[in-house]
């Protein structure tokens, strides 16, 4: 399998429930939002062994007047935090969560985050999902992939269209991101060092310290180099991008 350009951008939806989460949605992005739950759990909410229905359980639609797009928002945490309630601490001496250690960190690693999957089922494809204050990104999927990104900063042959098909995606995944509230993000290779960061549920200031931590001198900050384009020595490839849209901001003010 070929590396993926991972993205990562903070955004500022009100998560405090499905519900409240899928009608601001609905009104940024203007579409229809049907939410509720896949269950493939394997416990009940007593924390009971028992074996999951693989069934989707909708809970409400929020309908736009003419929306042309029907998107659906599931709570991939929706049984652990029904669990939670009911029992609190008590919940780690439950039969399901007690017998295994992986269970009980996915129970702790539920109840210390949220995480909303949104998706458009009619076309088949993900948009991404929500973990905590961050967004992970699969709408605006760059499709000539990781090294293709790498390759419109550092010397080479192709840099001019790599860079152009770079700044074309940016501009779609700002335009984007200025809907969820967001105005920064991460570009992180998804099978690279910073692959952690794409795939855990670390909030929008934990990944800014990991990143100060372990890849200071292995970041681009992509609008700084727009302003003098220097180009990195070939095969020069950074481990991850920043990306705060300012370039592209200033054509467009």
């Avoid at 203007?30 to 007593?46: A, L």
């Avoid at 669990?83 to 039969?95: C, D, F, M």
């Avoid at 295994?100 to 999957?117: G, M, P, T």
């Avoid at 795939?199 to 992509?222: G, M, Q």
Wanted: charged share 30%; proline share 1%.
């Amino acid at each position: 399998m070929g590396h993926d350009v991972h993205i990562v951008g903070r955004h500022n939806l009100d998560t405090s429930s499905i519900e409240t989460l899928a009608k601001d949605i609905s009104q940024r992005l203007k579409v229809n939002v049907e939410y509720g739950v896949f269950d493939k759990f394997s416990f009940d909410r007593d924390g009971l062994f028992r074996k999951s229905s693989n069934k989707y359980q909708a809970f409400g639609e929020i309908i736009v007047p003419e929306a042309e797009k029907t998107l659906w928002l599931t709570d991939e945490f929706y049984m652990y935090h029904i669990v939670w309630g009911r029992y609190g601490e008590k919940a780690w001496q439950l039969p399901y969560f007690s017998k295994y250690e992986s269970n009980k960190q996915e129970l702790k690693e539920a109840v210390n985050n949220i995480c909303f999957e949104l998706r458009d089922n009619a076309e088949d494809e993900d948009y991404g999902t929500f973990f905590n204050d961050t967004f992970h990104d699969w709408y605006n999927y760059f499709f000539n992939r990781w090294f293709s990104f790498c390759r419109a900063f550092v010397e080479n042959e192709a840099q001019e269209l790599c860079l152009s098909n770079v700044n074309n995606h940016r501009k779609k995944t700002m335009d984007f991101f200025n809907l969820l509230g967001g105005s920064e993000t991460f570009y992180f290779d998804d099978q690279g060092e910073t692959q952690y960061l794409a795939y855990d549920y670390y909030d929008w200031e934990s990944i800014l310290k990991e990143v100060e931590k372990n890849f200071k001198d292995t970041t681009l900050n992509i609008s700084e180099f727009m302003k003098h384009k220097k180009l990195l020595s070939k095969d020069d490839y950074p481990l991850a991008f920043y990306d705060d849209f300012a370039d592209l901001k200033t054509k467009t003010d």
